[in-house]
């Protein structure tokens, strides 16, 4: 059972931000794209950032200039910086780590909510 351990999450003002954070299993870390996403209630689950073991990131194009996605190999862990937060942005985030080759496999932590007051 991989287990995907997250924190940061809470209630913030506009504009405010957080920094959510993800350990995870070193082989995980080390082989799969960490990813976060996030699931408004009545939305489908979308993908906010992601990084490859090699530091390629990837961005939703709502959260662009404002969220920052980066990892430490020593602790094994992925951040998601938050700045500049919206009321729009409220939702649970995932952590997610995910690979396609040599097979499809994709694991998910237990979300954390960033709610964001107006």
């Known amino acids: 059972q991989v287990q995907l351990v997250e924190s940061g999450g809470g209630l913030v003002q506009t504009g405010g931000s957080l920094r959510l954070s993800c350990a995870a299993p070193?082989?995980?870390?080390?082989?799969?794209?960490m990813g976060w996403y996030r699931q408004a209630p009545g939305k489908q689950r979308e993908l906010v950032a992601a990084?490859?073991?090699?530091?390629?990131?990837n961005y939703a194009d709502s959260v662009k200039g404002r969220f920052t996605i980066s990892r430490d190999s020593v602790k094994n862990t992925v951040y998601l910086q938050m700045n500049s937060l919206k009321p729009e942005d409220t939702a649970v985030y995932y952590c997610?780590?995910?690979?396609?080759?040599?097979?499809?496999?994709?694991?998910w932590g237990q979300g954390t909510q960033v709610t964001v007051s107006s």
């Open positions: 997610s780590a995910h690979r396609t080759i040599p097979r499809v496999e994709a694991y």
């Open positions: 070193r082989n995980i870390f080390s082989n799969y794209v």
């Open positions: 990084i490859t073991s090699g530091t390629t990131t």
